[in-house]
């Protein structure tokens, strides 16, 4: 029998009953329970049926009803049943126990004996996965079902885990939780991913709703739902790394939040921040990840000193110029991510690095310099010659006009670094609408088959077809690319597959490359 606010698990997946009742449909003989589920394209409806509403649900189209008597449903566990359903059942005994027969021999399983009694020894477990267990409540230890598991199991009363992943399961109680670490005093890592901890403020001790012990160093509380003004109430001595994502926090719920004193690593990802929380700004955070929440600027924003690793993956970033405020913003990055914003929404990935390392102060990641670079870009390492032709490519751009940038500190510094002046070739010609392009074949490229004047506004197409006049092969048998800085054994490959793009967007120079693939 379940009741409101229970979480109920069905074939593996979880929601909350929202109702318990009789509904029409069903009659008065056949109970019935209303379920918003935690994954909303599962449901049929809101709470209503036929036009009586029964519930409402706190997000619209993720409920939907269950007869009580549905063998669906999975039955609720205690904490030590599924330890012991998991590591020491008495079926794993007997299945790794059997003899192994080689045609007409027969052999001693010593291998899985061996496993059997390292898995039976549950108090020296290092790790303890129990996620998707349907686990509500502690229980005691009697609980556990192998006698000599259970006896072992109260002589040490103890279990050495380091981690403990207790994810998507019924808890919603925090004294729950507290009676289950207590059987951890080594416990380091805890994983409460997917529980709805909804305990009310009003439950609290001394204005602390839960406290975690001081071994704790790691808590991950992805969508638990917690209440903002609950993590105000939440302790967490030692913990570095929080995890709170997919949680549907918004801007108001961190204004008098600053997180933990201690913590180091924070996940805010898949809320629904439209800005990072000033509250933030603390000495010890290092690591911020704000991936898949609304953020569109970061302006207003003070600057952040102290961190090193960012992720602003699909946010609302629209514009260049955002980019350029976190340059200004965020000193002392060492990593970004931040793929998949409206403002590279028309950009290959090759053209967002190159506008991203023109804009953001990058060096290699084997150089070992200072702190303050970039050397991991959305995901991956930089190298020296792709800092280098990126940001030749990107001054070229700025000069001709084709590119803005608004950091002028970011600005002074390609120009100090290349001596602007003397060595970077912007388009030279007579009329600056035109431009000289030399064609070549990529298996011969030192021979010149042509050169031909062009220009500037005219498109990648236009210069497809005077290649294809010259070649008499098909437009679609052929491929044409050039080199950024027009250096084949240094330059970044750039290959000319947008048809419309203008030839003065590519950055060319007069009497550049052109190769025929």
Same mark, same amino acid.
């Given at each position: 029998?379940?009741?409101?606010?229970?979480?109920?698990?069905?074939?593996?997946?979880?929601?909350?009953?929202?109702? =318990?009742?009789?509904?029409?449909?069903?009659?008065?003989?056949? /109970?019935?329970?209303?379920?918003?589920?935690?994954?909303?394209?599962?449901?049929?409806?809101?709470?209503? #049926?036929?036009?009586?509403?029964?519930?409402?649900?706190?997000?619209?189209?993720?409920?939907?009803?269950?007869?009580?008597?549905?063998?669906?449903?999975?039955?609720?566990?205690?904490?030590?049943?599924?330890?012991?359903?998991?590591?020491?059942?008495?079926?794993?005994?007997?299945?790794?126990?059997?003899?192994?027969?080689?045609?007409?021999?027969?052999?001693?399983?010593?291998?899985?004996?061996?496993?059997?009694?390292?898995?039976?020894?549950?108090?020296?477990?290092?790790?303890?996965?129990?996620?998707?267990?349907?686990?509500?409540?502690?229980?005691?230890?009697?609980?556990?079902?192998? &006698?000599?598991?259970?006896?072992?199991?109260?002589?040490?009363?103890?279990?050495?885990?380091?981690?403990?992943?207790?994810?998507?399961?019924?808890?919603?109680?925090?004294?729950?939780?507290?009676?289950?670490?207590?059987?951890?005093?080594?416990?380091?890592?805890?994983?409460?991913?997917?529980?709805?901890?909804?305990?009310?403020?009003?439950?609290?001790?001394?204005?602390?709703?839960?406290?975690?012990?001081?071994?704790?160093?790691?808590?991950? #509380?992805?969508?638990?739902?917690?209440?903002?003004?609950?993590?105000?109430?939440?302790?967490?001595?030692?913990?570095?790394?929080?995890?709170?994502?997919?949680?549907?926090?918004?801007?108001?719920?961190?204004?008098?939040?600053?997180?933990?004193?201690?913590?180091?690593?924070?996940?805010?990802?898949?809320?629904?921040?439209?800005?990072?929380?000033?509250?933030?700004?603390?000495?010890?955070?290092?690591?911020?990840? #704000?991936?898949?929440?609304?953020?569109?600027?970061?302006?207003? /924003?003070?600057?952040?000193?102290?961190? &090193?690793?960012?992720?602003?993956?699909?946010?609302?970033?629209?514009?260049?110029?955002?980019?350029?405020?976190?340059?200004?913003?965020?000193?002392?990055?060492?990593? /970004?991510?931040?793929?998949?914003?409206? =403002?590279?929404?028309?950009?290959?990935?090759?053209?967002?690095?190159?506008?991203?390392?023109?804009?953001?102060?990058?060096?290699?990641?084997?150089?070992?310099?200072?702190?303050?670079?970039?050397?991991?870009?959305?995901?991956?390492?930089?190298?020296?010659?792709?800092?280098?032709?990126?940001?030749?490519?990107?001054?070229?751009? =700025?000069?001709?006009?084709?590119?803005?940038?608004?950091?002028?500190?970011?600005?002074?510094? #390609?120009?100090?670094?290349?001596?602007?002046?003397?060595? =970077?070739?912007?388009?030279?010609?007579?009329?600056?609408?035109?431009?000289?392009?030399?064609?070549?074949?990529?298996?011969?490229?030192?021979?010149?088959?042509?050169?031909?004047?062009?220009?500037?506004?005219?498109?990648?197409?236009?210069?497809?077809?005077?290649?294809? &006049?010259?070649?008499?092969?098909?437009?679609?048998?052929?491929?044409?690319?050039?080199?950024?800085?027009?250096?084949?054994?240094?330059?970044?490959?750039?290959?000319?597959?947008?048809?419309?793009?203008? /030839?003065?967007?590519?950055?060319?120079?007069?009497?550049?490359?052109?190769?025929?693939?």
């Amino acid at each position: 029998m379940f009741s409101v606010s229970d979480r109920i698990s069905v074939q593996n997946a979880l929601g909350t009953v929202r109702f =318990v009742g009789y509904v029409h449909v069903w009659g008065s003989q056949t /109970l019935a329970y209303g379920i918003e589920w935690d994954d909303p394209a599962r449901g049929k409806n809101s709470g209503e #049926l036929d036009g009586i509403s029964y519930f409402t649900t706190l997000t619209a189209g993720a409920g939907s009803f269950l007869k009580a008597t549905s063998t669906k449903i999975s039955k609720p566990c205690l904490f030590f049943e599924a330890v012991s359903q998991r590591y020491a059942s008495e079926s794993n005994t007997d299945a790794l126990s059997e003899k192994v027969v080689f045609g007409s021999k027969t052999v001693e399983n010593f291998g899985f004996q061996k496993l059997n009694e390292i898995l039976n020894d549950i108090a020296h477990l290092e790790v303890i996965m129990l996620d998707h267990q349907c686990i509500r409540i502690a229980g005691e230890p009697g609980e556990m079902k192998v &006698k000599e598991v259970s006896n072992n199991f109260e002589l040490n009363h103890m279990f050495g885990a380091e981690t403990l992943d207790l994810s998507s399961n019924l808890i919603t109680k925090w004294s729950e939780v507290g009676k289950i670490m207590h059987y951890f005093p080594k416990l380091k890592s805890i994983n409460l991913n997917g529980n709805r901890l909804l305990d009310d403020t009003s439950e609290k001790t001394s204005g602390c709703i839960f406290a975690f012990p001081e071994s704790v160093i790691s808590v991950s #509380l992805s969508a638990t739902f917690i209440p903002a003004q609950n993590l105000l109430c939440l302790f967490f001595p030692n913990v570095t790394r929080l995890e709170l994502s997919e949680n549907n926090y918004e801007d108001c719920d961190f204004n008098n939040w600053q997180g933990p004193e201690k913590v180091a690593e924070l996940d805010l990802s898949y809320n629904k921040f439209s800005l990072i929380p000033l509250s933030l700004n603390k000495h010890t955070l290092t690591l911020l990840i #704000l991936a898949d929440n609304q953020i569109s600027s970061v302006r207003q /924003l003070p600057v952040f000193e102290h961190i &090193k690793k960012l992720d602003l993956r699909r946010n609302a970033i629209s514009s260049f110029d955002e980019i350029d405020q976190i340059a200004r913003k965020f000193p002392n990055l060492n990593e /970004l991510r931040i793929n998949d914003c409206p =403002v590279f929404e028309n950009l290959t990935s090759e053209e967002m690095t190159l506008h991203l390392i023109g804009r953001l102060v990058c060096e290699p990641w084997m150089a070992k310099l200072s702190p303050k670079f970039i050397n991991k870009l959305n995901g991956t390492f930089l190298l020296h010659l792709e800092i280098t032709n990126a940001e030749l490519y990107f001054i070229s751009k =700025v000069k001709s006009g084709h590119f803005s940038i608004s950091n002028t500190e970011r600005w002074k510094q #390609l120009v100090m670094k290349y001596d602007i002046h003397e060595s =970077v070739r912007t388009q030279i010609s007579s009329d600056d609408r035109k431009i000289v392009l030399s064609i070549r074949k990529a298996s011969n490229p030192d021979h010149e088959l042509f050169s031909r004047v062009f220009l500037q506004k005219n498109s990648v197409l236009r210069l497809k077809g005077v290649v294809l &006049k010259h070649i008499a092969k098909y437009i679609l048998d052929f491929s044409i690319y050039y080199y950024v800085n027009d250096d084949q054994a240094y330059g970044t490959r750039q290959i000319l597959s947008d048809d419309i793009a203008s /030839l003065q967007s590519l950055g060319l120079s007069q009497n550049h490359r052109i190769y025929v693939l």
